[in-house]
């Protein structure tokens, strides 16, 4: 069976450079979805995207129920704010620290507590006839419901349709790869509830108005997506199954690999007409659309040799990660490869795939480089990381820039392989840093160093 | 709240505190080391210094032991008198030394692996700054300092090479010319002796290639009864000896076999990228088949062969373009020297410019120039060249535009 699964996916070629990481993804990969474990407080950031703040619709006190609108959105592209579970609001001008883009962020939230049990994920029925809405009524309901693009860069589902829709976008790609160690959120989510995904995918791709719908899985877990074949067929999505080898899940590495299209260096997948969306998204489509369920919960993996009993669960927003893991200790929140530190007190928030507790190896002081070349060799972007490490030594912006800097998309492969240990990831984006702040810029701006 | 980086890039090449107090993705971390790479390039080395063990006797372990000793006692006074740290430099001082040892020969007398190891250590590696900073491979510029301050010592008309019944015990200093020696095998050792000594094929092919002896068939068909092929053969052992080593030479030299088995093991471990022994090798085999030799003709005549692969056909042309890959030290530069981390270029197009100029620098030292040593030159030339490689040779990054690509390969860094 494993093998007839595998053909009723079609496969690609690949690009240059990647490497096949330890995978680590066994302690959880046949671990089912389930509830999360019961916590004290829930608090939810009033702007999860950034932007102007959501207004309060419940005060301090009150007692609210599980999926009741909590917040009202403001601004261009508004999200709403529900309650994941029934509980009391405690404060709607409590401190919410979540993940935003390479670090994690202050912002205002509404605190809940006294909640009910967690609830287990379950498949809601469908209560629209979602394919006779028109295109823009589709697209109107995706504006609400709390859906955003459960990835990085955070932003409303809306706004990112209507973008894709004034980009002119023709294909709309499932991004399910996960080449990470240690995370299979989006794999649990695709094996158990993979009809949703396909119909949340099939709902966004008529909103956007895209000809083509791919689905872009990993090759090794084919088998586990049997069921999700007949839903794929009756919606047109192409089932790609692609190598392992990271960072395959890349935007522009699966844009190039399955459009043939390149990205210019700086650009986002948009601008050559293909967007990409993950399963969470999806599913929270689906779900928003269809049944009427607001995005309140996304799939989040925890695992890490330093977990005692890791898994799948189905967590609401807002939670703290800390006690998602049962320990707070040394957390990674997001993939080990590209993920953040997790402060003291951070909460899940719509891009936390995964909270670790990997042991990792002591901190060793680094060493001059040697020129091995092997970050040079893996650089799925084809950079000469040796020698942007040169220019950040010698502070060479100028050079840096020429040789393509910006072009980095902060896999965190040269770092990994590194024999000296040197900080690569880093400081090349450092130095992408220092050429975004413009010619003519100093590298040690604000330092007070030479140039 | 979030982790802001306020911490000022480093004013040496080495981490700030600040790198390595705060983790940051990635949080994993692969295993290998530069120390890992430094001992397994060691131990991949002691391969090919085995065979010359075998090959060249107990002399062999002793000028190794000497050069791996000199390097890492150099190497540490060095650091301790000018009280610098040295990172990483044991590791490499040793894989140095054993380096060193397989480009000398087994015959020297204690002091030279000594003088070497002094060029290697100290003008090769450490007054450019020590690992990751120098120019030249540290055990070439040392094998080059004693071809040109002792070369009497170091090239002798006629070197030794031990009997077959005298492997490993025999001591390779004491050795006799012998008239009739046509092949190693089955050959005993001299009266009094425990090897032959013999011209080294190198300088035979040199012979022959300027026109100074012989018939250019008999290499490939020894047998002729043409009188000048046996004459020829006195003193260029057959192939098969040549593959397995029994020619005099450096101590890792010679013994083809053992060295490309090695390197193949560099190449599994990702030490040495293949393109480079590759294009070395492909490109020395393609100058020696196209450039053009002097051989002598029936009457004495001496003629100009501009083709040597086809100038009497394939069979001897493959068997002459053999022979000059097999003798001297051109595959241990393609398989352990031109490798060398530091002194090569970083990208795999940039190591492909790199070996062709290698094999062709090492050809044309090797043809016409009759150097001692010319693939150890060949390297140590293009060592040069390697920032000016890495300066042009740049592959285009994800989403360039080819357009923008190609006109930045127009200018010059």
Redesign the interface.
Known sequence: MNRIAGMLFDRYGTFAGGID??DEKRATLGEPIAAARACERLVLPLAPCGGSLARPLVSAGQLVSAGQKLAEGTGDNPIDIYAPAGGRVVSVQAQA?TA?KG????SPGIELADLADPTPLLSAPSVTEWAKLSRSNLRAALAGGGLTTFRNPLEPLAGWVERAVRKDCDVLIANVMEGQ?YVTAGHRLLAEHGEDVIRGLAIIGRAIGARRLMLAVDRRWTDDYRSLIGPAQAYKVARIALTHKYPTGAD??LV?VLTRR??????ATTDVGAAVVNASACFAAYRWVACGQPATHRVVTVSGERIAKGGNFWTPLGMSCQALAGTDDRL?H?G??????C?AGAAVGATTDAV?A?A??P????????????C??LC?????V??LNDD??L?LLD?AR???TV?C?EC??C???C?????L??RVQ?LKKAIARGPGAT??DG???RR | MAEHDTQSPPASGHASPAEATQPRAPFLHAMEGVRTIYLVTLAAACAPLAAGVILFGWRSLLVAAISVASCVLIEKAYYRSTRTPALLGRSHAAMTGVLLALTLPAFVPWYVPIIAAVFAIVVGKAIFGGVGHFLWQPALLGRLAVAVLLPATMNPTSWPLLAQNRLMVGDITRAQQVDDYRQWRGRPAPAGADAFLLTRPSETLAALTAGETAEYRALAYPDDDSGAGGQLLMRLPPINEMLYGATPGGIGETCAIVIVIAGLYLIYRNYVKWQLPLAFILTAWAVAAVAPIQLTGPADSIRTVWWPLLAEGGDVGFTYVNYQLLSGELLLAAFFMAPEMTSRPVTSGGQVIFGIGCGIIAMLLKLYVHVPIPSYMAVLAMNTLTPAIDAIWRPRVLGQRRISYLKSRLRWR
């Open positions: 990481l330890p620290l935003g670090e994690f962020v202050l160690p522009p590495l190039k390149q990205m210019p260096v700086g650009a990674i997001g080990p490869m590209v993920g953040l530190r402060p670790l990997v990792e190896a901190a060793s002081s680094s060493t001059p480089c040697i020129r091995c070349g092997w040079t060799d799925p972007s084809r950079l000469n040796a020698a950040f030594e502070s050079h020429r040789s393509g072009a998309i965190g492969i770092s990994y392989v024999p000296a240990r040197l900080p990831t880093r450092e590298f040690l330092h007070g160093g």
